[in-house]
């Protein structure tokens, strides 16, 4: 099994310490953001780390309980937690309106397809980012974690770091970076109370644009149309009633397959999509403020991409890793002419105009204000 890192080891490895089980990794920590903020090229760069487990989009692909929990599980009920698909990812993929993130299916040479089979939840994104070979990888855990006694949850997935930490050469740390994860904040810090949490963010404008692009924000903000229509909480509420009821451009959304036209050629205005960034901002900073000052930081993308080396140094300071010279380098490398600055002045003026308004309350929550480049400050 190829493990996809161009940086071999130093050193040995420490003895990991004792959280609920022993494990090798000695801290865990949380990248969130809105997404569309560099999140997946710092997923990148974190994977090149030799005494880093970088779990790529791992709770987006598993959401919810009993896997985010606190209820115990077995072995055996945990594994069908992280095996089981992902319903709306399969049925993206089905539709022919796939994320960019999905790394799975774009491989039609192995095992699982979203047509017939499936794709494994953890499959989807999360082994694919660690191995060439995420058939086999999912094939050795499954004998292991099938065999785990019953224990809450948060331990089944501290266990589950240490045996995939192991299988790829044993690590220090665990990074979990999902795009879209501001709104589970206070749920992870629940869950994990001693996680350490990095809050990536970018200039709202730029972010609001690229959100309006990708398929995967699309279609959240559709979703929370149809949620706002049917006068519900979440889309888990959603009854066969509701969705008779909905318009026909909406209602075929929630089907197994749909026309990828609904999603793909549908007029939605850029601003709406400064507003969807404002609330997730909104909501993530006020639950970030609830975390010890000490258990999280916050990164920027555009100082990120900036000063590349002096951002990386200080984030494997915080997550407790060495900032080896060797991988700055290839950190600095794999970020040079990752995204675009300031790609929102290009949008007509009162097209700009507006979207700057919309997102006015989620710079507000961050610290920043109006066109500046945002500068939250260093916890």
Same mark, same amino acid.
């Given at each position: 099994?190829?493990?996809?890192?161009?940086?071999?080891?130093?050193?040995?490895?420490?003895?990991?310490?004792?959280?609920?089980?022993?494990?090798?990794?000695?801290?865990?920590?949380?990248?969130?953001?809105?997404?569309?903020?560099?999140?997946?090229?710092?997923?990148?760069?974190?994977?090149?780390?030799?005494?880093?487990?970088?779990?790529?989009?791992?709770?987006?692909?598993?959401?919810?309980?009993? !896997? %985010? #929990?606190?209820?115990?599980?077995? &072995?055996?009920?945990?594994?069908?937690? /992280? +095996? @089981?698909?992902?319903?709306?990812?399969?049925?993206?993929?089905?539709?022919?309106?796939?994320?960019?993130?999905?790394?799975?299916?774009?491989?039609?040479?192995?095992?699982?397809?979203?047509?017939?089979?499936?794709?494994?939840?953890?499959?989807?994104?999360?082994?694919?980012?660690?191995?060439?070979?995420?058939?086999?990888?999912?094939?050795?855990?499954?004998?292991?974690?099938?065999?785990?006694?019953?224990?809450?949850?948060?331990?089944?997935?501290?266990?589950?770091?240490?045996?995939?930490?192991?299988?790829?050469?044993?690590?220090?740390?665990?990074?979990?970076?999902?795009?879209?994860?501001?709104?589970?904040?206070?749920?992870?810090?629940?869950?994990?109370?001693?996680?350490?949490?990095?809050?990536?963010?970018?200039?709202?404008?730029?972010? !609001? %644009? #690229?959100?309006?692009?990708?398929? &995967?924000?699309?279609?959240?903000?559709? /979703? +929370? @149309?149809?949620?706002?229509?049917?006068?519900?909480?979440?889309?888990?509420?959603?009854?066969?009633?509701?969705?008779?009821?909905?318009?026909?451009?909406?209602?075929?959304?929630?089907?197994?397959?749909?026309?990828?036209?609904?999603?793909?050629?549908?007029?939605?205005?850029?601003?709406?999509?400064?507003?969807?960034?404002?609330?997730?901002?909104?909501?993530?900073?006020?639950?970030?403020?609830?975390?010890?000052?000490?258990?999280?930081?916050?990164?920027?993308?555009?100082?990120?991409?900036?000063?590349?080396?002096?951002?990386?140094?200080?984030?494997?300071?915080?997550?407790?890793?060495?900032?080896?010279?060797?991988?700055?380098?290839?950190?600095?490398?794999?970020?040079?002419?990752?995204?675009?600055?300031?790609?929102?002045?290009?949008?007509?003026?009162?097209?700009?105009?507006?979207?700057?308004?919309?997102?006015?309350?989620?710079?507000?929550?961050?610290?920043?204000?109006?066109?500046?480049?945002?500068?939250?400050?260093?916890?």
């Amino acid at each position: 099994m190829a493990i996809s890192s161009r940086t071999a080891r130093r050193g040995g490895r420490a003895e990991g310490e004792e959280t609920t089980v022993r494990t090798g990794i000695k801290t865990l920590t949380f990248v969130v953001g809105t997404g569309r903020s560099g999140s997946t090229a710092l997923s990148q760069v974190l994977r090149l780390h030799p005494d880093v487990l970088s779990l790529n989009e791992l709770y987006a692909s598993i959401d919810g309980p009993p !896997a %985010l #929990s606190e209820q115990p599980l077995t &072995g055996e009920e945990f594994w069908r937690c /992280l +095996r @089981e698909p992902m319903p709306v990812f399969d049925t993206m993929v089905r539709s022919g309106t796939p994320l960019p993130e999905f790394i799975y299916s774009r491989h039609p040479e192995w095992r699982y397809d979203a047509e017939t089979t499936g794709i494994p939840a953890i499959s989807m994104m999360a082994l694919p980012h660690l191995s060439d070979d995420p058939d086999a990888f999912l094939d050795a855990l499954e004998p292991e974690v099938r065999g785990w006694p019953e224990r809450p949850a948060p331990q089944q997935w501290h266990a589950l770091f240490g045996a995939i930490a192991s299988r790829i050469g044993g690590r220090e740390a665990a990074v979990e970076r999902s795009g879209y994860s501001l709104h589970r904040v206070g749920l992870l810090h629940r869950l994990f109370p001693e996680a350490r949490f990095v809050h990536l963010y970018r200039h709202g404008p730029d972010c !609001a %644009l #690229s959100m309006s692009r990708h398929n &995967g924000y699309r279609m959240i903000s559709l /979703l +929370r @149309e149809i949620v706002r229509r049917s006068g519900v909480e979440s889309a888990s509420e959603l009854t066969d009633d509701h969705i008779k009821q909905l318009p026909d451009d909406l209602a075929p959304l929630l089907s197994p397959r749909y026309d990828p036209s609904l999603v793909l050629d549908r007029e939605m205005p850029v601003p709406e999509f400064g507003t969807l960034w404002s609330e997730l901002v909104c909501e993530g900073v006020e639950s970030l403020s609830e975390i010890p000052a000490g258990q999280r930081t916050s990164l920027s993308y555009e100082r990120l991409l900036d000063a590349p080396r002096q951002e990386l140094a200080r984030l494997a300071d915080f997550i407790g890793v060495q900032p080896f010279a060797e991988w700055l380098e290839e950190g600095d490398e794999l970020l040079d002419g990752t995204g675009r600055l300031g790609s929102s002045l290009r949008l007509p003026e009162r097209v700009l105009a507006e979207l700057r308004e919309n997102c006015a309350r989620g710079e507000e929550a961050l610290g920043v204000s109006g066109s500046d480049s945002p500068r939250l400050p260093q916890s």
